[in-house]
């Protein structure tokens, strides 16, 4: 497409969009009026700036489109060697089971279910001390 092609039909998008606005403003009053100005604008800026003429080539291009699937697979691999990572940084605790211990499960303490961790007894909230201690046998710390 043509420079002019573009930038006839971006002024004419701003334009019906300008109109629409217009009524839009009587309607709803200024605010939501001057919000569909503001984006009906858009159009003829990305026109003028050039940006349209990038999108329109991306369209119409398979070796654009070919470079978006390329780059859209490097974020895929990204993603996924971060997960990978992250799964190998959370089991590198794995060496207590070799030594004879056994793993603890994330996020759970060793203590036995009924103990509570808090303020010592004659001292402190108690009632701080059994809403710790539900949170606690959630799995919530």
């Known amino acids: 497409m043509t ?6 039909i ?6 019906v ?3 629409i606005s217009w009524g839009v403003y009587r309607r709803r009053g200024a605010g939501t009026g001057l919000r569909g100005a503001a984006l009906s604008l858009v159009p003829l800026a990305a026109a003028m700036t050039g940006v349209t003429e990038f999108f329109v080539d991306l369209a119409f291009s398979p ?7 390329v780059a859209g697979l490097a974020v895929l691999l990204y993603m996924t060697s971060g997960a990978m990572i992250s799964r190998r940084a959370g089991s590198a605790g794995g060496g207590e089971a070799a030594a004879g211990g056994e793993p603890k499960a994330a996020g ?4 036995p279910k009924g103990s509570v961790e808090g303020p010592a007894p004659g001292g402190g909230d108690p009632e701080m001390a059994e809403i710790e201690k539900i949170l ?3 799995g919530i710390s």
């Open 63 to 69: 070796v654009k489109w070919a470079g978006v699937a």
């Open 3 to 8: 420079d002019t092609a573009i930038f006839a």
């Open 17 to 19: 969009g300008l109109v």
């Open 108 to 111: 759970r303490s060793a203590k």
């Open 10 to 15: 971006s002024l004419g998008v701003t334009l």
């Open 136 to 138: 606690r046998d959630r």
